[in-house]
């Protein structure tokens, strides 16, 4: 089944930027776009060396955002005027509460890409030009202590909320810029929350990155050895984006109906809250995907947790099958999340 066919998926790199102009570009996947969509929303965003996205915020969404490739200064103004600015690069993510302020700069020498989620299938954005754009010079002028003519609207760029510009001359004070930010997170550099042959998964959540609300993300690497396991998440939507490799995906749907797809490089899922679904490599390379969710700590629940979680004879019940006949399910420890695939592809 092609990802044009079901109603899960949809490719975020093939839809025609919300936002594009040299300095960079953002493209959005949100309700209006894939109607399945509840609580969460992503863009893509590309910058150029020296570009800018423009001082903005989201009046209904926290952002969680992770960075693909290049290097970006990251400023966020909180309330009553603190201040937070620190480098992000390649594997690292950053985190901007509904209604703080905050920019993206490309650092470095070639285009930086970042995925971003909201935790709004439609987020409203502000920015600061179209903030100042509504007040008039008088009012501006009192603001800053100075004429109405210093900032006068008729001199001004009024910019689309969604605006890219050039900087050439960003500077940033000695001693601001830091390191351990509470806002930063360094996923890919944390030890995995579970490694084999199969597979591993980065995870960011709320319980090492306390700063994190109502979003979280799991950096996922699935081999030609592995398969994520069937499950579900209890009051949890779950929102992906395929980095690289070639995979396939399965979904129950309430009505009974179940549907089959493939996913590529490029593509966004969304999986509705408590959705019975799994994941599968297609390829000889590694499937990596970004899979966010709308809560802090993500509930889960897998299919070899309810086979161990009943007795032999419920479950065969339920499957129509004699107990005898039922195999010795594998007992784990832990949550497995990324299983070994020890059968050939269907």
Not at 137 to 158: C, K, P, W, Y
Not at 183 to 204: D, I, L, M, R
Not at 330 to 339: F, G
């Amino acid at each position: 089944m092609t990802t044009a066919a079901s109603k899960h998926v949809i490719s975020l790199s093939g839809q025609v930027a919300d936002f594009e102009n040299a300095a960079g570009s953002i493209t959005s996947i949100d309700k209006n776009r894939l109607p399945l969509l509840r609580r969460m929303s992503v863009r893509r965003l590309l910058l150029a060396p020296n570009a800018t996205r423009e001082p903005h915020w989201h009046a209904n969404a926290n952002e969680l955002g992770y960075c693909l490739r290049g290097s970006a200064l990251i400023t966020i103004v909180q309330n009553h005027g603190q201040q937070n600015m620190f480098v992000v690069g390649k594997g690292e993510m950053f985190f901007f509460p509904s209604g703080t302020i905050h920019s993206i700069h490309n650092t470095g020498d070639s285009e930086a890409e970042f995925i971003l989620t909201f935790s709004h299938e439609l987020p409203e954005d502000f920015g600061l030009s179209g903030s100042f754009d509504v007040m008039s010079d008088a009012v501006l002028g009192n603001t800053f202590n100075t004429n109405a003519d210093a900032l006068r609207r008729s001199n001004r760029i009024r910019h689309n909320d969604m605006a890219i510009f050039e900087v050439t001359e960003a500077s940033q004070e000695p001693g601001i810029v830091t390191d351990n930010s509470l806002y930063k997170y360094g996923v890919e550099s944390v030890a995995p929350a579970t490694f084999s042959a199969a597979g591993s998964a980065h995870t960011a959540k709320s319980d090492a990155w306390p700063i994190l609300s109502n979003l979280a993300m799991f950096s996922v690497r699935i081999t030609d050895q592995g398969m994520r396991e069937p499950h579900w998440h209890p009051e949890t939507a779950e929102l992906g984006y395929v980095v690289e490799g070639h995979g396939r995906m399965t979904i129950l749907d309430p009505d009974g109906s179940s549907d089959t797809y493939e996913i590529h490089a490029g593509d966004t899922y969304f999986i509705p809250r408590a959705y019975p679904h799994h994941i599968e490599n297609l390829g000889a390379e590694t499937l990596h995907i970004l899979i966010f969710f709308d809560q802090s700590i993500p509930g889960d629940i897998g299919y070899r947790a309810v086979a161990n979680g009943f007795s032999p004879e419920v479950i065969a019940c339920g499957l129509g099958v004699s107990s005898s006949s039922l195999p010795v399910f594998p007992k784990d420890e832990h949550d497995p999340l990324i299983i070994e695939r020890i059968n050939p592809l269907e």
